[in-house]
């Protein structure tokens, strides 16, 4: 479907699931649809296996007077480079997810949308009609990292407490596996003239020495996360994909949605952790001088949400899985600044601009890696 106008998008809907859909959202009422509308929410380009998501919104006459609705339509695309359960972004895991039920009765207080239906269409895609939850869009501070943190290690403690883990064959059980695989065959082409650039203007001579020996372990550290004690994982756990339920009275967190389930899997603990910690210093939600402290933090509140649900066992194992997982991200974010950095090069060589506050910024994120290398060396007797 890519290349398609919003037209022909909008065009696809199925008018029948639609009415059942809105027959579900205004309840006892039913009614008939007056009218809708339908709007994309975010680029219309999507990604790897997203074509698009959009927003359907409308009213319906009912007994009761017009009632407002809207639901979001997410499409999915096939890709025949991730038709693999083990690719940590095989194409059709979501939809797979949502149409399973897994999602309806989440463990430790963690929800997700209600979804309505699932959709095949004619050119292979498959859509989803979710439940639309709005987000505030407000920053978050550290009362809000917290609540999410929490709420993570409530949610996977369960499943280390006795809730049964979930089965499916097409969860992932290798995901940081793939990832790494995946981010080695697609990272940026780093030449020996690129390291000396970045090195002269950046002065990254001792952080491409650490992560060189770092390298030489990082397949070491994912087979060592492979037997960490398991748990069901998110694996995209970060603001971008969450919505917090606030208090009306002082807007404090209350409940927690998450939405993306593409990369779901059954991961290590601690592993979606140190996800989270990576994501959140990449997408720029935390300072850069607050790096180290918020990496204290946020384990520290992972862990009182472990033992909110009862878990007991060595703090040592999640702490290897938070460091160990975030730390491998440089092998995609080192040669990425290596890119950047020899690119900036030329650029102040041409006085063309001055460096990029992006290249410095992944310099302090790649920095923070290999401090959490450097602790995660400590536990080299857990491998």
């Known amino acids: 479907m890519s290349g398609t106008t919003m037209a022909d998008k909008v065009f696809g809907l199925d008018e029948s699931l639609l009415e059942r859909t809105v027959s579900r959202l205004t309840g006892e009422c039913g009614g008939t649809i007056g009218s809708w509308t339908c709007h994309p929410m975010g680029s219309l380009d999507g990604n790897f296996v997203t074509d698009g998501v959009f927003r359907v919104e409308g009213w319906s006459e009912t007994s009761?007077?017009?009632?407002?609705?809207?639901?979001?339509?997410?499409?999915?695309?096939?890709?025949?480079?991730?038709?693999?359960?083990?690719?940590?972004?095989?194409?059709?895991?979501?939809?797979?997810?949502?149409?399973?039920?897994?999602?309806?009765?989440?463990?430790?207080?963690?929800?997700?949308?209600?979804?309505?239906?699932?959709?095949?269409?004619?050119?292979?895609?498959?859509?989803?009609?979710?439940?639309?939850?709005?987000?505030?869009?407000?920053?978050?501070?550290?009362?809000e990292f917290a609540f999410a943190a929490r709420q993570l290690g409530r949610f996977q403690g369960a499943y280390l407490t006795g809730e049964p883990l979930p089965d499916h064959t097409w969860l992932n059980r290798a995901w940081l596996k793939s990832w790494v695989r995946q981010s080695r065959l697609h990272q940026p082409a780093v030449s020996p003239e690129a390291a000396d650039s970045a090195v002269k203007l950046y002065g990254l001579g001792q952080l491409l020495k650490t992560y060189q020996d770092f390298s030489q372990t990082i397949d070491r550290w994912v087979d060592a996360l492979g037997r960490l004690p398991r748990t069901f994982a998110h694996q995209d756990y970060y603001k971008n994909n969450l919505i917090l339920l606030r208090s009306p009275s002082d807007q404090s967190p209350l409940g927690l949605t998450a939405l993306d389930w593409q990369f779901a899997s059954l991961s290590g603990i601690g592993e979606d952790l140190g996800r989270f910690f990576g994501l959140t210093m990449t997408k720029g939600q935390i300072p850069v001088s607050d790096f180290g402290r918020y990496g204290e933090l946020f384990f520290e509140w992972y862990l009182d949400g472990?033992?909110?649900?009862?878990?007991?066992?060595?703090?040592?194992?999640?702490?290897?899985?938070?460091?160990?997982?975030?730390?491998?991200?440089?092998?995609?974010?080192?040669?990425?600044?290596?890119?950047?950095?020899?690119?900036?090069?030329?650029?102040?060589?041409?006085?063309?601009?001055?460096?990029?506050?992006?290249?410095?910024?992944?310099?302090?994120?790649?920095?923070?890696?290999?401090?959490?290398?450097?602790?995660l060396s400590g536990l080299s007797g857990l491998m």
């Open 64 to 143: 009761a007077g017009p009632i407002p609705w809207s639901v979001v339509v997410k499409m999915i695309r096939p890709d025949r480079a991730r038709d693999d359960s083990a690719h940590y972004n095989y194409w059709r895991r979501e939809a797979l997810v949502y149409g399973s039920g897994l999602l309806e009765s989440l463990p430790g207080g963690l929800s997700t949308p209600l979804c309505y239906g699932t959709e095949e269409k004619d050119d292979g895609s498959v859509w989803l009609w979710l439940e639309d939850i709005a987000d505030d869009g407000a920053p978050w501070g550290e009362a």
């Open 306 to 375: 472990l033992r909110d649900a009862g878990w007991r066992g060595d703090e040592r194992l999640p702490r290897m899985g938070f460091l160990a997982s975030c730390a491998i991200r440089s092998v995609w974010e080192v040669p990425k600044l290596i890119h950047k950095a020899s690119a900036e090069d030329h650029r102040v060589s041409d006085g063309l601009q001055q460096p990029k506050e992006s290249v410095e910024r992944l310099i302090r994120i790649t920095q923070q890696q290999m401090e959490m290398a450097r602790q």
